[in-house]
């Protein structure tokens, strides 16, 4: 199937009130489940920063997982994991950080980003920012830099995705949903 005949749109779906009152969930598993779905997602997530000098691919638990191994292979990059709590082995570092509807942790590995490295961090949603803020201190904490983000959905009214430019962190995303 040609990249140009795929609305990539139209795989996600779109789950009112969850998971809880007021909340418009979009679910990418759905987008995922399509191979030309995928493809096309992540080729376009990752065009943006191949000539962009990254080293290395970071997803966050769990839907980066999908998102940054499939970027990894793509872009010939390899792939660290920021974890929910409880999930890696020591030494770790922890960041807390506030979810649209709740509170969490994540961990990496305290030797999993070589000092100096230039990180992309890929997720399928942004919306506050507290996950990917989380990943960005945590990516600081063990020697590297973000220098961009990759996701699949942005919320940009949410305000994660001006969040991290504050930071000085590049932002792209593949598909926008103002007003949710």
Same mark, same amino acid.
């Not at 990059?77 to 929910?84: A, D, L, N």
């Not at 430019?165 to 598909?175: N, T």
């Given at each position: &199937?040609?990249?140009?005949?795929?609305?990539?749109?139209?795989?996600?779906?779109? $789950?009112?009130?969850?998971?809880?009152?007021?909340?418009?969930?979009?679910? %990418?598993?759905?987008?995922?489940?399509?191979? +030309?779905?995928? @493809?096309?997602? $992540?080729?376009? &997530?990752?065009?943006?920063? /191949?000539?962009?000098?990254?080293?290395?691919?970071?997803?966050? +638990?769990? @839907?980066?997982? $999908?998102?940054?191994?499939?970027? #990894?292979?793509? &872009?010939?990059? #390899?792939?660290?994991?920021?974890?929910? @709590?409880?999930?890696?082995?020591?030494?770790?570092?922890? !960041?807390?950080?506030?979810? !649209?509807?709740?509170?969490?942790?994540?961990?990496?590995?305290?030797?999993?980003?070589?000092?100096?490295? /230039?990180? =992309? =961090?890929?997720?399928?949603?942004?919306?506050?920012? #507290?996950?990917? &803020?989380?990943?960005?201190?945590?990516?600081? /904490?063990?020697?590297?830099?973000?220098?961009?983000?990759?996701?699949?959905?942005?919320?940009? +009214?949410?305000?994660?995705?001006?969040?991290? /430019?504050?930071? #000085?962190? !590049?932002?792209?995303? %593949?598909?926008?949903?103002?007003?949710?």
């Amino acid at each position: &199937m040609d990249a140009s005949t795929i609305d990539i749109e139209k795989l996600v779906r779109v $789950i009112p009130d969850y998971p809880k009152t007021g909340i418009i969930f979009r679910d %990418v598993t759905t987008l995922f489940a399509d191979a +030309d779905g995928l @493809r096309v997602t $992540i080729e376009a &997530m990752a065009a943006p920063f /191949r000539d962009a000098g990254i080293d290395l691919i970071v997803g966050v +638990d769990a @839907r980066g997982f $999908i998102i940054g191994g499939a970027m #990894g292979m793509a &872009m010939g990059k #390899g792939f660290v994991p920021i974890r929910k @709590r409880g999930k890696l082995p020591p030494e770790v570092y922890r !960041e807390e950080y506030t979810l !649209e509807y709740g509170t969490s942790e994540v961990e990496i590995n305290v030797n999993a980003v070589p000092k100096g490295a /230039r990180v =992309l =961090l890929v997720d399928d949603l942004i919306a506050t920012g #507290g996950t990917a &803020m989380a990943a960005v201190k945590l990516v600081e /904490r063990v020697g590297g830099t973000v220098a961009a983000a990759s996701f699949t959905i942005d919320l940009p +009214d949410i305000g994660g995705s001006k969040l991290l /430019r504050a930071q #000085g962190v !590049e932002v792209f995303s %593949v598909l926008s949903y103002p007003g949710d």
